[in-house]
């Protein structure tokens, strides 16, 4: 079976540093995506990870580790606006789609 | 510039009535598809299209079907509505298979009474 598995709420304040994981169970693993995802809002793509390591967007970081089934989400001198839904979503090999995690919803206070 | 853009915003049809949800898209993008996503839970891929190549998910009821008619549209046809499926539908795109990222429309939310 397929299996994601990640924090279901985080909280933080304005300024900090977050890091939320994600680890999975599945076959055909491509590579490890993040989405964002306001309240009402539609999820928009924030980064992607084929290989291990860390990809650097701005104040996001996403990193991989395959061989531990392990990834993460680094959010950076975090803003009120950042306060949102954060989705880790497998790419299944040759299969064009991908696995959502059930989420995991960050609060930033002031 | 709307880039996926999905029609209606809210939709409220009752139960057993049949509905259609639609989406197009202006960025030419080869594959297509159709997310459930109900409160505080992950978006559920019910289909997608590779081109006009149609895959459906092995858990996704008989009740939902979906046509493209063309590389621009895509439509979700719920033949019998039930409460249970009350929730937020996504369209989604992306350029190719094997492209991680996915670009959302806004969503229909689709009232059950």
């Known amino acids: 079976g397929q299996s994601l598995e990640q924090p279901s709420e985080v909280t933080a304040v304005e300024g900090a540093i977050v890091q939320i994981n994600c680890t999975y169970q599945?076959?055909?693993?491509?590579?490890l995506s993040w989405y964002q995802q306001h309240d009402g809002g539609a999820p928009t793509f924030l980064s992607y990870?084929?290989?291990?390591g860390l990809e650097e967007t701005g104040r996001f970081s996403s990193f991989l580790s395959r061989s531990d089934s392990y990834g993460y989400l680094l959010l950076q001198e975090l803003q009120m606006k950042d306060s949102a839904s954060y989705f880790c979503?497998?790419?299944?090999?040759?299969?064009?789609?991908?696995?959502f995690g059930d989420g995991t919803t960050l609060t930033v206070k002031p | 510039d709307a880039m996926v853009i999905q029609n209606p915003r809210y939709q409220v049809t009752q139960f057993g009535k049949p509905v259609t949800l639609s989406c197009s898209q202006t960025?030419?993008?080869?594959?297509m598809y159709w997310y459930q996503q109900k409160s505080s839970q992950a978006p559920k891929l019910l289909f997608h299209?590779?081109?006009?190549?149609?895959?459906n998910e092995a858990d996704t009821p008989d009740n939902f079907q979906s046509r493209r008619p063309n590389t621009s549209f895509c439509f979700l046809d719920i033949r019998s509505p039930g409460l249970g499926d009350a929730a937020m539908y996504l369209c989604?795109?992306?350029?190719?298979?094997?492209?991680?990222?996915?670009?959302f429309g806004p969503g229909t939310r689709l009232t059950v009474t």
């Open positions: 989604a795109t992306s350029r190719d298979r094997g492209q991680a990222e996915q670009y």
């Open positions: 599945t076959s055909g693993f491509y590579g």
């Open positions: 990870n084929a290989l291990d």
């Open positions: 979503a497998v790419l299944h090999t040759n299969a064009g789609k991908s696995t």
């Open positions: 960025l030419n993008h080869n594959v």
């Open positions: 299209y590779y081109d006009k190549d149609f895959n």
